[in-house]
């Protein structure tokens, strides 16, 4: 939970804009909270207007909007600099605080008129290494389906579910966790889920995924708990009749991922995602714009990462020159 009265006002106006305007989700204002703390005790270090030497008990309630005028460019990159050197922050997370501070100065100078300056309007975002996703191949996932389809697992056909939705529908975690009975229209093969931002969307389902969750309902118990995550209304329960957990997925895939010989430290739910992504793209020849609205990206190029090639293509691409056999 936010502690707002250890900020100053303006930043929970802008975390309250956040949530009422821009529709940002509870995560993502947390986020943008721990972020602009952090720069802001390191702007009371920088500024020097603080003996703490604890960076987690510097206090930012007394930073005042003058303050916050006195703020240049060169102090934003300084801030990034101190990210990279002293937390050896990834180019990823330096990004993301690259991108709150940019909306966090917008809001000050253009929504609130609180500044008349916006240090933070050609902060560019650092470079990010574009590294391929790790994925399962084809024979590794249908080893994960046979796994979590053991009738030995009193929970097979709940956890048969689970995994088939994943590498079939590329869903979040949090996304599969939060499926309502409710969200499933078995006339029209389909599912609404809520992504990021909030932001609902429409995933058909295969004859894999239907036959899967009807074999899971028929079985899931009756008597599921009323309580305020409305395990009642949920698809997919634990053992304890709630809400089934992020915990609870994340071990069960960690479990069938050991079951199949599979690198349980390389893989994990979240590149179950990657799998279907990528299995979709080589071998269902999906358009890539249809590939970004089934994955809920905001980005057609968050999507395109999914777009490489593997060596075997790299080859055949070579075997396939017209000049390969002169």
Do not use: W
């Not at 990834?90 to 500044?115: E, H």
């Not at 084809?138 to 994943?166: C, G, H, M, P, Q």
């Not at 590149?271 to 793209?281: E, F, N």
């Amino acid at each position: 939970m936010i502690n707002y009265e250890q900020n100053p006002s303006y930043l929970n106006s802008f975390l309250d804009y956040s949530t009422t305007i821009l529709n940002k989700s509870p995560n993502s204002v947390k986020e943008y909270n721990y972020d602009l703390t952090t720069f802001l005790r390191f702007i009371k270090i920088h500024f020097k207007l603080t003996d703490e030497e604890d960076f987690s008990k510097i206090s930012i309630e007394d930073i005042s909007i003058s303050t916050i005028e006195k703020i240049k460019l060169d102090d934003i990159h300084a801030f990034l600099a101190y990210l990279t050197q002293v937390h050896h922050s990834k180019a990823s997370t330096r990004a993301r605080k690259a991108s709150t501070i940019r909306i966090f100065f917008n809001y000050l100078t253009v929504k609130a008129n609180l500044i008349k300056i916006n240090p933070a309007q050609n902060l560019e975002t650092p470079k990010l290494d574009r590294r391929l996703p790790k994925y399962l191949s084809l024979d590794d996932s249908k080893k994960l389906l046979e796994v979590a389809s053991n009738e030995d697992n009193r929970n097979f056909e709940r956890d048969y579910a689970i995994t088939t939705l994943f590498l079939n529908c590329g869903l979040r975690l949090s996304e599969l966790v939060g499926i309502n009975l409710v969200d499933i229209d078995f006339s029209e093969c389909k599912l609404n889920v809520i992504g990021k931002g909030n932001k609902e969307r429409t995933i058909y389902l295969n004859k894999a995924c239907m036959k899967a969750i009807s074999e899971y309902i028929a079985v899931r118990p009756k008597n599921a708990k009323h309580d305020k995550k409305y395990s009642d209304k949920a698809l997919f329960l634990s053992e304890r009749r709630e809400r089934i957990s992020r915990r609870t997925v994340q071990y069960i895939i960690y479990k069938e991922l050991e079951q199949a010989g599979l690198d349980s430290r390389k893989y994990s739910v979240h590149k179950l995602r990657h799998t279907a992504a990528t299995l979709m793209y080589q071998y269902g020849q999906v358009d890539i714009r249809a590939l970004q609205e089934l994955l809920g990206h905001e980005s057609i190029s968050t999507t395109e990462i999914y777009t490489h090639v593997n060596n075997d293509q790299i080859r055949n691409a070579v075997e396939r020159n017209p000049l390969a056999n002169m």
